[in-house]
């Protein structure tokens, strides 16, 4: 099987990456490491089915040379992260938008059959119990551009669609909740590696508001082997799946239990909003998923508690870093 990454270099299209060559198929990741790197792909690039292309999803003529003769895509290129949303609102949004316009063109032109990764943010503030892909977006001012990254995905859900509906595009969607583990940054604001990072360096872990918000936080190879699978079921085309962690934990518990775990000497502090993200910055209170969806299809279950990912995540942040 012939398959294109974009973001391959990433945290999740790095693990991506390494599961399908394993499997043999012939990788091309098409990545501009903007916010992934070579060091994720470390694993991989003395592998004989890997190849790695430098270069920007906005690039179409690029984005057609990738892809011709191609079986498949992973569409995981995107501006992520709350900082490098709220601090760059137009390059997101040309990315996430323009960037998934020109995949979809080249899927279509090249018979190629896509999986698009898109995310729970664009639930918004949606607080239900448990949030089926039916939910409705319940999201704040278009003009936040902490709403930038939900509005963009939401249109690249809804451009996916239409190229189902209207051109027969085999397309599946995956919504991503808070997925965690090795290789994913603190850098650009995710709450895993940041707070097991200042645990393991003996500084004080930052939650941000009053820590009572609650996310579900599931682990990256518990995630990885279902991409796949959602991708090769004819079922899934056309719809939209997601796959989020079991348990719902408040970042206040998730800053003891690190503390905990690690047998850290840190404190843990509020830290107002304002000061994390800027003025008038909304948070989501709660993001519970409703699995029931790709569950049925294709057995997603994951298994990997939160202890066990404050732990690996401690791992991989304490193990030296690859020479590139
Ligand atoms: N957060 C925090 N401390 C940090 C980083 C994030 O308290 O150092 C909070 C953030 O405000 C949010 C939650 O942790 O309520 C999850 O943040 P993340 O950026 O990882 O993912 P999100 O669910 O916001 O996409």
New binding site residues.
Partial sequence: MKTVITGGAGFIGSHLTEYLLARGDQVTVLDNLSTGSLANLESSRDHPGFTFVEGDILDRQLVREVISGQDRVFHLAAAV??HLIVDHPLESLRTNIHGTEAVLDACLEAGASLLLAS???IYGKNASDALTEEADRILGSALKSRWTYAAAKGIDEAFAHAYWREFGLEVAIIRL??TVGPRQT?R?????P??VG?ALRGQP?????D?L?T?CFSYVTDVVPTLVRIAEEPKAYGQAFNLGGMTEIS?LD??KRTVELLDSPSEITL?P?DV??GEGYE??RR?VPDNTRSGELVGFKPTTTVDEIILKVAESLSAPVPVT
């Fill in positions: 992260g709350v995310t729970s943010e909740f808070n603190g650009y604001g995710m709450v895993v940041n707070l200042q872990l930052t939650v941000f508001g820590g918000q996310r970042i998730l800053a830290v909003y994390a993200y948070d989501m993001r």
